[in-house]
């Protein structure tokens, strides 16, 4: 690419000089019948990647999610082609979630009340979902918006009938910047295992998804499980509704 004003100007200066004639034995020098390409060095991976978005449409040697291997592998992120399908979407509804994407598409729209808010399409490598930055996340946010910007988001899921799933932005972070959180799991101590209080908590941890283990103890054995399949999104909220069910002194997290 970095040669092609140069061949093209020469292919001109050739085409040029054969319609008018004037190809004689001191113009024939300036003409080259074969082009010495230069050495470059290779464009980075995500120019690489762009331009082929740009020229393709879609991305096929590869996707800008690729490099964060090392914190999706970390952090057990929401799958946005989860959210959308048909035999999962309902499971998610009112739930907070986080996912990583890139950005592919910005709308800005003012509200009633004259404050600007965003409507993004942030995309994964098979699919897109819609995500609304209210005014007062905009505002917060609005530094990380830019298209192809691959961001990392704590959202609750939102369904509608006749439309598809869509996000409603709690939280962004520029996936570069990101800092994985350290391992907090969440600890909660019973007298016994008792499938009521066991089945009472799974519905409460259904509801609140997330990467954060959860370990049961059971005071009579003296023996500790964990939970298997209950991983939550350990937040204030949670805590308060587990400790209303078992004791403020039986829910820890650490």
């Known amino acids: 690419?970095?040669?092609?004003?140069?061949?093209?100007?020469?292919?001109?200066?050739?085409?040029?000089?054969?319609?008018?004639?004037?190809?004689?034995?001191?113009?024939?020098?300036?003409?080259?019948?074969?082009?010495?390409?230069?050495k470059k060095s290779e464009f980075s991976e995500d120019l690489l990647l762009k331009m082929e978005k740009e020229v393709v449409g879609m991305y096929i040697s590869g996707h800008p999610l690729d490099k964060y291997k090392a914190i999706t592998d970390k952090v057990n992120f929401t799958k946005l082609s989860d959210i959308i399908s048909e035999d999962k979407s309902m499971d998610f509804e009112g739930k907070t979630v986080t996912v990583i994407g890139q950005i592919g598409s910005i709308k800005r729209k003012m509200t009633k009340n004259n404050d600007e808010m965003a409507f993004v399409n942030l995309e994964s490598e098979f699919?897109?979902?819609?995500?609304?930055?209210?005014?007062?996340l905009y505002k917060m946010y609005s530094r990380l918006l830019s298209l192809q910007k691959v961001v990392i988001a704590t959202a609750r899921v939102s369904l509608n009938d006749n439309k598809p799933p869509s996000l409603i932005c709690e939280r962004?972070?520029?996936?570069n910047t990101y800092e994985v959180p350290e391992d907090i799991s969440l600890y909660l101590k019973l007298q016994r295992n008792d499938s009521y209080f066991i089945n009472k908590i799974k519905d409460i941890l259904?509801?609140?998804?997330?990467?954060?283990?959860?370990?049961?103890y059971f005071a009579d054995s003296g023996k500790t499980f964990r939970l298997n399949g209950a991983n939550c999104n350990i937040s204030d909220k949670l805590i308060a509704e587990l400790k209303e069910l078992l004791g403020e002194e039986n829910v820890k997290r650490k």
């Open 127 to 136: 699919c897109s979902l819609e995500m609304l930055l209210f005014p007062k």
């Open 1 to 38: 690419l970095d040669e092609l004003d140069n061949i093209m100007q020469n292919v001109a200066y050739s085409a040029m000089s054969t319609v008018s004639g004037q190809l004689d034995f001191f113009s024939s020098n300036n003409i080259k019948d074969e082009y010495i390409f230069s």
């Open 206 to 216: 259904k509801k609140n998804k997330g990467e954060s283990c959860v370990f049961a």
């Open 172 to 175: 962004l972070y520029d996936a």
